[in-house]
């Protein structure tokens, strides 16, 4: 019990570092020295100390947008499981909740875009629950077809089930669930190529422009739920790389870091090579993934 | 080796998913060529003894479908000047679907077909039939003359994998005659989208329909 | 003595391409035609033994087509000499839209017309299905430029549907070969006939019934048989009148046999039935489509290009039924490819009469060009199975054998098709043949028809009048031993 508690604790400590990592390797490709690796944890800091300012045309809905995000995000966190290890709260059927509970985080920025009453939040929310309708399947069948190789419906067992030797035999399906995985990451953590986080102008905002009007304590939330959206992802990306396989809790879960840095770094790497989508362009991307998910799920379905 | 062939089938499959989804003609040419190579390919990872006949067969569809046939529709290509597929009649993102859809059918039919125990790769039949489908797909579904063909070759391409698949003494006699068969065929058809080409100035094949039995408001 | 059968019109055909003169190609066009009659008359008699699991062969369903492919190659080269040498006087120019067209070198169409014999050939010959296979696909890439004749956007159109669609339906019949194969690999069978005739019992019986659906869909596009027929009526009504001429009468029969060979070994291996009521069920639709288009044509070489589909669809439908049907169905397929090859040597003669295509332009053909009008007529009431006429013979028992056979739906259909396409037909050749003459450009003597385009159409009528009447003892044990072949019993 200590040790999966141990874990979540570091995942709430270590999820900011990554979004530090990414803008230092853009900044690397960039040839600038950019911003600090703790830049978030700062920014972080300087928010939860302003006042919030909140509009007159906004609701309960706008203040509890955050809240909920973030409560949703800390309740998957608790699922995922550390580098093939169990969390501590897994049970059987946990990648339903999962998968729901970063939809009721979804849910709660969008309600709370469009309670602003401003157009601009409500164009920023249609687009990303556009992009969802291709995402979520493809994020949840590219589970699913995990979960058909072994391991019941929860992740942990999954994970557990999953050793190298799987990878010699099972390697398509690994490969294309591991590439799918990899395009929802981006598109729901909106990085390039689906959304620029860097952004702007209104044309080319996805989420950024839902989180517009927030302030304070608030976005503080937001900033902190973002992060831990990418450490579950990307979470879930490098157990599917790294099967556990060496027998010590240490090895594990330092080698379980060290490839949540490194997948950080490839996005960062991936934003600084390619260019945005067009907006019409990025559903052709998503379903991609989503006739990965499937075929692996066909894959892994015959065996 | 098993794991290999099953990633060549992987490939073959995602080729086939590229195929629908692709609209340049060139990449169209360079996908199926892939295609061809990585499929004749397959008969060198049976795992066992080689014989030198069977080496000297996959050379040649090696040279004949990854360098000769794209090197006749590149030609046929260039001379037609036409670089863009038209837009396909039913879109893009239907066509993927519906080459998903077929391999699943595929996959279900595969089960169901049963295979004699010397065909030990599990997706063969699956990976054939829905590359037949995708060729199909192209041959109905585009209106240039070029991914027409295309869709022809692609079909051929699975049926080799099918015959692959029941065939592991390849009746090399049988194999050659189809392959020659395929040869002048797409040198038929190159020649005939050069003539096309030349007498309509396109060729969208959507615009040859004089000859027709339905004559709607024709003035007599 | 096979082997020089094909390798005859093969040779020819490779020197055809490089003679320089006309005249010493067109003889060697009939020198090659004649000689290749003569061998298959001198098979017919002497009937040498079929050599065991040789690729070639050919017993008396291979010889049927086989005679009949050769004499119709007779017929068709006396009338193609005359019509080459017409058509290299005039320049071409387009009936319909007027514009100035080429032709293909008659080089390359005397070679393909000979090579297109030898593959033929190959298919009525081959014991052997993959062999039997590539000569079908060999025939389609030979005959593509032989349709492509008249160098014009029409005729391009045509020539690339045939083969796009052709090609596509060999394929098809390629991967029914493949599962036939697979029938056959728990017991070790090759795709020769002989083993696959011997061991049919033992052939896993989802995979024969598998590929016999894509061998009937392959071979049945390449027949032209509904719904896979569309490519039939642009290729016939482009092509030169000698061309359409052998592709209705020889090619489609080609085509049938391929069917009929995997027909063979479904019904040794006792599954007939399947076999039959699929191939009633596409006679029937074949029928069907034709009586259709035939009511609204408005172009003649069209209209026949339809007939000879509902032909197709009543060979389908007699082999279907079994039985004595099946005999009426190999005389029909004798008789059609006699009379349906006559009848378009003779639209060749009234397109040269009346340059047009077009139904409604052309009227009292009696009156302008007699002995075409005479011969058009009488092709017509052939065709459509009046007596005494071959055709009349076969439909007759075919629809003999569907009632006392009890498929009495499939009669009535039968006879309910037949009865429009007569009717669709007959409306088309009587406002043809009858009725004024319309005023032509500069054309007020009766249209002189070559003595020797006429006779081929003249013999081959002849011989359809012949076959209702009287049907030769060789004749009659020859289509006897092809119908116990397919098995049809008593």
Known sequence: MIKPLIQYFLALLLAPLLSGVINRVKAFFGGRRGVPLFQLYFDLYKLAHKTPVYSRTTTWLFRAGPVIGLAAMLCALALLPFGGRPSFLSFDGDLILLVYLLGLARLAAVLAALDTGSSFEGMGASREVQFAVFAEPAFFLALAALARGGGGLSLSGIFSNLTPAAWLTASPVLTLVTVSLFIVFLAENSRLPVDDPNTHLELTMIHEVMVLDHSGPDLAFIFYGAALKLWVLGGLIACVILPRHSGSWVVDSGAFILAMFAIAAVVGAIESVMGRLRLLKVPYLLMTALTFSILALIFQAGR | MTTLAELIIVAVILLNLSLAASGTLAACIRLAAAQGVIAALLPLLAGREVPPGTLVFCGAVILLKGAIFPWLLTRARIKANVSKDADPVIGYPASIILCLGAFAASSWLGARLPLPETARVAWIVPASLSTIFTGFLLLTTRTKAITQVLGYLVIENGIYIFGLALFVEQPLMVEMAILLDVFVAVFVMGITIFHISREFDHIDTAELSQLRDWHSGEAK | ?490
């Not at chain 3, 004499?71 to 005359?82: I, N, P, Q, R």
């Not at chain 3, 298919?123 to 052997?128: E, G, I, L, M, N």
């Not at chain 3, 006559?342 to 047009?356: C, D």
């Open chain 3, 1 to 490: 003595m096979i082997i020089l059968l094909m390798l005859t019109p093969f040779l020819a055909g490779l020197s055809a391409f490089f003679i320089k003169e006309d005249a010493r190609r067109r003889a060697l066009l009939l020198a090659a035609a004649g000689g290749h009659f003569a061998l298959t008359a001198a098979v017919l008699v002497a009937r040498p033994e079929m050599a065991p699991c040789a690729w070639f062969a050919l017993d008396p369903l291979g010889l049927l087509f086989l005679g009949v492919t050769s004499l119709l190659f007779l017929g068709a080269s006396v009338y193609a000499v005359k019509y080459l040498s017409l058509e290299k006087r005039d320049p071409g120019e387009d009936s319909e839209e007027g514009f100035i067209f080429n032709n293909e070198p008659e080089a390359v169409f005397t070679g393909c017309l000979l090579l297109f014999l030898a593959a033929m050939t190959a298919v009525t010959a081959s014991r052997h299905l993959g062999i039997l296979w590539a000569a079908v696909e060999a025939t389609t890439l030979l005959s593509a430029p032989l349709i492509y004749f008249h160098r014009h956007k029409r005729s391009l159109e045509a020539t690339w549907k045939y083969l796009l669609i052709c090609s596509v339906g060999i394929a098809m019949a390629l991967m029914g070969n493949l599962f036939l194969g697979a029938a056959g690999l728990s017991s070790g069978v090759a795709l020769d006939l002989e083993s696959l005739l011997l061991k049919a019992p033992s052939l896993d019986p989802a995979w024969l019934k598998a590929a016999f659906l894509f061998l009937f869909v392959g071979y049945g596009t390449k027949m032209g048989l509904a719904p896979f027929h569309t490519w039939l009526p642009d290729a016939h009504s482009e092509s030169p009148a000698v061309v359409s001429a052998l592709l209705s009468g020889a090619l489609l029969n080609c085509a049938f046999l391929g069917i009929l060979r995997v027909a063979q070994v479904c019904s040794a291996a006792g599954l007939a039935g399947f076999t039959g009521d699929i191939m009633i069920f596409f006679g029937i639709l074949s029928l069907m489509t034709a009586a259709f288009f035939i009511l609204a044509q408005k172009d003649y070489k069209r209209m026949l290009a339809y007939s000879s589909i509902e032909h197709m669809g009543i060979l389908s439908l007699g082999v279907g039924l079994g039985g004595g049907a099946v005999y009426g169905a190999l005389l029909n397929a004798v008789s059609h490819s006699l009379t349906k090859a006559g009848l378009f040597f003779v639209s060749g003669l009234v397109l040269a009469a009346y340059r047009t295509k077009n139904i409604s332009d052309v009227k009292g053909l009696i009156r302008r060009a007699p002995a075409t009008g005479v011969l058009w007529l009488a092709g017509f009431f052939l065709i459509t199975g009046t007596p005494p006429s071959g055709i009349f013979l076969g439909k007759f028992m075919i629809l003999k054998a569907a009632v006392s056979g009890r498929h009495f739906a499939a009669a009535a259909a039968y006879l309910f098709f037949l009865a429009v396409v007569f009717a669709g037909m007959g409306r088309i050749f009587l406002e043809m043949t009858l009725g004024e003459a319309p005023v032509h450009k500069g054309a007020e003597k009766p249209f002189e028809a070559s003595r020797q385009m006429l006779i081929p159409a003249a013999f081959f009528f002849a011989c359809a009048i012949i076959l209702g009447l009287y049907i030769p003892a060789w004749l009659n044990e020859l289509i006897t031993g092809a119908k116990v072949l397919i098995g049809g019993g008593l």
